[in-house]
């Protein structure tokens, strides 16, 4: 007997689990559905998925598991079309970056011990690269050894958990479990500030009066803090996910603000050398960042060993772990 997996509303995110879930069509039966269907008959056509549904209740219906990828203004629109299909059995995980709002909605909409639980990955460094986020830079690789951040809540269930770790082990993910209130601090620092920095320098540089000669003369910086604004977390209401993690996203606004002042004195004074050290340390902490997370190797501790896919795949399907074809 499969399992029905529904990823609904993919992205990246969800096009690429479609596809590092292939190895284990035996079973695992997946499912997709997206509001462009061109594109979602694509992906099928491409091996993302066994079957597409143009209709989310027909996606979801049945499923075992729900797998929601969906930007951050559309959350909760599909957790009220989901909660009038899925069965009160079925596990509804969904990708986010603003954590506690989205647990507030899911309590207020999903019926009353709906399994339901949040993850967000980190990407692959191989993957970093690409210039956005669509499902047409789908990979299987995307979530290769990275860790897979699991936010639960004190109500969240055991099975939505055991659920949740299982998805990571099979996507060959690493489980990292944190809170909400931890998580929101978090994303507001890594997600949402290098979008609102570069909503701020767009701006400042297509609403002053030598934009009109400077468009022609652009550079490679320009090109890179410009393509931040394809990164957005929402598909319509651009922003909304700053404000629903209000708290978080004004200060570490207001870090920076000191930042940007502390950097403007400087040129100002002419302080060569503040700023010179200023713009190393800054060099140095990118360097020391990708080299740990290409390395994987953050604090020398020993990672935790994580289950063996054979075991997960007898806990979740009663089934063996498919054999390579090529074996």
């Known amino acids: 007997m499969t399992t029905r997996i529904a990823i609904v509303g ?12 292939a190895g284990y069509k035996e079973k695992i039966d997946r499912v997709g559905h997206s509001a462009d269907v061109r594109l979602m008959k694509k992906m099928e056509s491409q091996g993302a998925f066994d079957k597409t549904e143009i209709k989310l209740p027909d996606a979801v219906r049945g499923a075992d598991l729900v797998i929601m990828d969906y930007p951050m203004d559309m959350i909760k629109d599909g957790l009220g079309i989901i909660a ?3 069965k009160a ?11 506690t709002k989205v647990y507030e909605w899911a309590r207020e909409i999903l019926p009353a011990g709906q399994p339901f639980i949040l993850l967000h990955p980190v990407i692959n460094p191989e993957r970093l690269a690409d210039w956005n986020d669509t ?11 990275r860790e897979m951040i699991i936010v639960s809540g004190s109500d969240t269930s055991s099975r939505a958990l055991q659920m949740a770790t299982d998805l990571c082990s099979l996507l060959k993910a690493k489980p990292y479990f944190t809170e909400s209130m931890e998580a929101d601090g978090i994303f507001a620092r890594v997600a949402q500030l290098p979008i609102l920095s570069a909503v701020a320098v ?3 540089l297509i609403h002053s009066p030598g934009w009109g000669d400077a468009r022609r003369i652009t550079s490679r910086s320009f090109f890179r803090t410009a393509s931040i604004s394809e990164l957005y977390d929402e598909e319509e209401y651009f922003g909304i996910t700053s404000l629903l993690n209000r708290e978080n996203t004004s200060r570490v ?4 603000i000191v930042e940007l002042q502390e950097m403007r004195k400087m040129i100002s004074e002419d302080d060569e050398e503040g700023l010179r050290q200023t713009m190393k340390e800054a060099r ?10 290409t390395s994987g190797e953050w604090d020398k501790e020993a990672q935790p060993e994580l289950p063996e896919t054979r075991k997960i795949l007898g806990r979740l399907f009663g089934g063996r772990q498919p054999k390579d074809k090529d074996a």
């Open 10 to 21: 993919f992205g990246q995110i969800g096009a690429s689990i479609g596809h590092a879930l």
């Open 84 to 86: 009038k299909e899925v």
């Open 89 to 99: 059995e079925t596990v509804i995980i969904c990708f986010a970056v603003a954590f």
């Open 135 to 145: 499902l047409l830079n789908a990979h299987a690789d995307l979530f290769d050894q």
């Open 202 to 204: 767009l701006n400042t």
């Open 253 to 256: 606004l207001d870090e920076m």
């Open 284 to 293: 140095q902490g990118y360097e020391l960042w990708l080299k740990q997370l």
